[in-house]
């Protein structure tokens, strides 16, 4: 067999494999096909035969680890609470009784992802709801498009924050980090940044009243007394089923695992109740669930094998070298040089693309750095919802544009992040500047 190591250093060889993957990317192969394959390959070259067990032993590790059996049931039941419209109730809660304010319809709306986000954990189903519903409604009352567009964009980031974020979750399997501490963590900075968007909305409206005129007092009056309360009760409905979740597993009556098959029974049998579960539905919400499912569980396990690699190489302590010695940095320079590697990988890849290449080796530095690994994992979902939204291949700006209605083009979805973006930079120098935005929670309650 011949050994790679006898020709090249190990930091050759690290670059090799991340341009060999890079090649790959570039010729459109699934990003767990990439990492694996070159996992796969660059372990049997440099170690042989014995090489060719890492990606059976990454397979056994990921059978292994229990807390996998949160992500379809949570992403069960976002995608329930999506396609049995119990989700659109809220909004239509937030269309009545927000609507009379300059903006009420976009403050709603962010509102309403901050809701949807808490109920799935991943940004789709916030943007499936926002571009579907909110986006036509706002459009047709005459709301800027461009603030709309972004509006809804920054406000379905949120998804990877929120309790019971999949991200946090796989963040915590890689690092090894307690889940509940990283869900406790996002709460704190996911809030405040709902609260700046809110202020942008409002401070926008307020200049221009043009941006997001109210809704006519015609339309308000032609909705009964009645019909207000029964859309009060319909709307708290998916309150209730996040409760449900959340709040049981924070105050420590579940345990995580547990929290996630109360969450798809709750949505389930609120379906049930309402009347909206039937043979479609649920043939929809199995396929997307296992289909999501799946395709993390591809994505762990490759990354498991190619950071098996990594580690075989000491590629950690390379890295560390190369920052502390080679580039002289201090330890707040190390860090600001890993966020701003992850918003360069987010212009081409998604979040768990970006986690699983990239974190096995930054989490040992940033722990050997003495930096708080759970505050490090809010900064990196901070950066992943930035790099969302940045070209040329921002993951949102191109969801939206494929959920956009007629007339909203790229031009009006690029143009739109902006704003958002800034907002969303100035967020995570707030959270790197006072960490307790973060920390706050899971050191007082946990």
Not at 158 to 181: D, E, F, H, T
Not at 346 to 371: E, N, Q, R
Request: glycine fraction near 8%; hydrophobic fraction near 55%.
């Amino acid at each position: 067999m011949f050994d790679l190591t006898f020709t090249l250093s190990h930091e050759s060889i690290a670059l090799l494999l991340f341009a060999s993957m890079g090649m790959l990317m570039l010729t459109g192969q699934r990003v767990f096909a990439a990492i694996g394959f070159v996992g796969a390959v660059a372990a049997v070259f440099l170690w042989g035969t014995g090489g060719s067990q890492m990606a059976f032993n990454a397979s056994i590790t990921l059978m292994k680890w229990f807390p996998m059996i949160t992500l379809p049931l949570f992403i069960y039941m976002g995608y329930m609470l999506s396609e049995t419209g119990i989700a659109n109730d809220l909004y239509r809660m937030f269309h009545v009784w927000m609507g009379p304010l300059p903006g009420g319809l976009a403050i709603g709306t962010v509102v309403l992802m901050v809701a949807i986000s808490a109920m799935n954990g991943l940004s789709v189903a916030g943007m499936a709801i926002g571009a579907t519903i909110a986006m036509p409604e706002m459009l047709k009352r005459g709301y800027d498009k461009r603030m709309v567009t972004g509006v809804i964009q920054a406000g379905s980031s949120l998804g990877i924050m929120m309790p019971p974020s999949v991200v946090l979750v796989l963040y915590g399997m890689i690092a090894r980090q307690p889940v509940s501490n990283l869900w406790m963590a996002g709460i704190g900075p996911a809030l405040m940044f709902a609260v700046m968007l809110i202020g942008y909305i409002v401070i926008r409206c307020k200049l221009n009243p043009k941006m997001g005129p109210a809704l006519p007092k015609e339309e308000l009056a032609a909705i009964s007394p009645k019909e207000k309360r029964r859309l009060l009760w319909a709307g708290l409905l998916p309150l209730a089923i996040i409760f449900s979740v959340t709040g049981a597993f924070m105050t420590g009556i579940t345990s995580l695992v547990e929290s996630s098959a109360v969450g798809a029974l709750v949505a389930t049998l609120a379906a049930l109740v309402k009347r909206r579960l039937n043979a479609r539905v649920m043939r929809v919400v199995l396929v997307q669930t296992l289909s999501v499912s799946c395709m993390f569980m591809w994505v762990i396990m490759a990354a498991l094998c190619f950071s098996s690699v990594f580690d075989g190489l000491g590629a950690v302590h390379a890295i560390k070298k190369l920052f502390l010695e080679g580039w002289h940095l201090s330890p707040w320079g190390v860090l600001i040089v890993m966020q701003l590697s992850y918003l360069l990988m987010g212009m081409f890849l998604d979040d768990t693309a970006m986690l699983v290449i990239v974190a096995p080796l930054y989490i040992p530095l940033v722990k050997s750095l003495g930096f708080d690994p759970i505050w490090y994992g809010v900064l990196y979902t901070i950066t992943c919802q930035i790099a969302y939204m940045t070209p040329p291949f921002g993951y949102n700006l191109f969801l939206m544009k494929a959920m956009a209605p007629k007339g909203v083009s790229l031009a009006d979805i690029y143009s739109s992040i902006v704003p958002m973006v800034i907002i969303m930079v100035v967020g995570l120098i707030l959270v790197m500047l006072f960490p307790d935005i973060a920390m706050y929670l899971p050191r007082t309650f946990l």
